[in-house]
């Protein structure tokens, strides 16, 4: 059965990039037809997607977020990475990496494989 965990700083101050990375165990990021996604949920809010890197290596990010984040993936290591650059307090979240069949959407927390959720908080 696939896991994912998330990893990375819980305090970054503004403008700065935030770098998170998801290490995927039991899968293999490379192989068969899903789309490795990033989300967040800010305090209050809904979910918010960043966007996904495919199996084939295939990006696609969220248009509002699409200036400022990047998604990159370490085969070597089996895994995924999200950037986010020039954060501000706003960017504050919990931030979720997920495994996601084809069809479905990514902000669906019933379906597919999901990290527990890692809290970032922005702030000087």
């Known amino acids: 059965q696939v896991q994912l965990q998330e990893s990375g700083p819980g305090l970054v101050e503004p403008s700065q990039t935030l770098s998170l990375t998801c290490t995927v165990s039991?899968?293999?990021?490379?192989?068969?037809?899903?789309?490795w996604t990033w989300v967040r949920q800010p305090p209050g809010k809904g979910l918010e997607w960043f966007g996904y890197?495919?199996?084939?290596?295939?990006?696609y990010y969220n248009p509002s977020l699409k200036s400022r984040a990047s998604i990159s993936r370490d085969t070597s290591k089996n895994q995924f990475t999200l950037q986010l650059r020039s954060v501000t307090p706003e960017d504050t979240a919990v931030y979720y990496c997920?495994?996601?069949?084809?069809?479905?959407?990514?902000?669906?927390?019933?379906?597919?494989?999901w990290g527990q959720g890692t809290q970032v908080t922005v702030s000087s």
């Open positions: 039991g899968g293999s990021i490379t192989t068969d037809n899903y789309y």
């Open positions: 997920s495994r996601l069949p084809y069809g479905v959407s990514m902000v669906d927390r019933t379906a597919g494989s």
């Open positions: 890197i495919h199996s084939s290596g295939t990006t």
